[in-house]
């Protein structure tokens, strides 16, 4: 019985692992904002609403963030949202040097 809900637990974790690589992305790319996610939580469109990174002290464009959701992405094959956040991770990387 213990390693079924193990395994469960592992599906919930793993679900809210992709739901905050894709949050993440949306936010990232401008498809969402902040003020969109507390509108829709305070809805009830989420329980939860994960990130992998802190909304108010960050935007997720530095390099650590940006690599994990490429890698995310890459292993998923969702390859448009890893060119598209590649461009991404140049345009802040150049930024960073000017």
């Known amino acids: 019985m213990e390693e079924n809900d193990d395994s469960m637990q592992f599906l919930e974790d793993l679900n809210e692992y992709n739901e905050s690589m894709n949050n993440a992305y949306l936010i990232i790319t401008k498809r969402k904002t902040l003020d969109d996610i507390y509108l829709e939580v305070d809805s009830g469109t989420y329980k939860n ?33 890893c060119s598209e956040l590649q461009k991404l991770k140049t345009q802040c990387s150049d930024k960073q040097t000017e």
């Open 49 to 81: 609403f994960y990130l992998p990174f802190d909304p108010i002290n960050d935007n997720g464009t530095d390099e650590g963030t940006l690599e994990l959701l490429i890698d995310h992405f890459s292993i998923s094959e969702e390859y448009e949202k």
